[in-house]
């Protein structure tokens, strides 16, 4: 049987974890395959649906990353998204999943290497934790 490898569902913000990815790959720094990225224009923009959807569909964890507090384009989604995800967090358990599949992180966009270290960080931490129930309930 093959090792368990997490599937990770990261939506990043335009403006500085998705240009701190492109660093990160242009600066051939290694990290972890299992990330999905999604570019959204804002943290802001990320509805809960869509976390929620993410992990009912088989993602075994979900990362929001957007702009430092204070340096978000839209000057508050960064705000509005800490909110959503602390609410998310305590509604996650209700559908069956940790509060640990969902991560918020805040990455600017001139940092490639902490990029990578939270990629890393986090597929092994959900490698630690295991799959999701709903993935160990779909018939692939
Ligand atoms: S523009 Fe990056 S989090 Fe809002």
């Given at each position: 049987m093959e090792?368990?490898?997490?599937?990770?569902?990261?939506f990043v913000c335009n403006w500085c974890t998705y240009t701190a990815a492109d660093l990160a790959g242009t600066s051939r720094l290694s990290y972890p395959k299992n990330i999905r990225l999604i570019r959204v224009m804002c943290t802001g923009m990320v509805d809960p649906q869509?976390?929620?959807?993410?992990?009912l569909e088989g993602a075994d964890a979900v990362l929001v990353s957007g702009c430092h507090p204070g340096d978000c384009h839209y000057i508050n989604g960064n705000y509005k998204a800490r909110r959503r995800i602390r609410l998310l967090k305590e509604i996650l358990p209700r559908f069956g999943f940790?509060?640990?599949r969902l991560r918020l992180t805040w990455?600017?966009?001139s940092d490639g290497i902490q990029f990578a270290e939270?990629?890393?960080?986090?597929?092994?931490q959900i490698r630690a934790i295991g799959p999701?129930?709903?993935r160990q309930t779909m018939i692939i």
């Open positions: 090792p368990f490898e997490p599937t990770i569902v990261a869509y976390v929620i959807k993410a992990l940790e509060p640990e990455i600017g966009a939270i990629m890393r960080d986090l597929t092994s999701s129930q709903t």
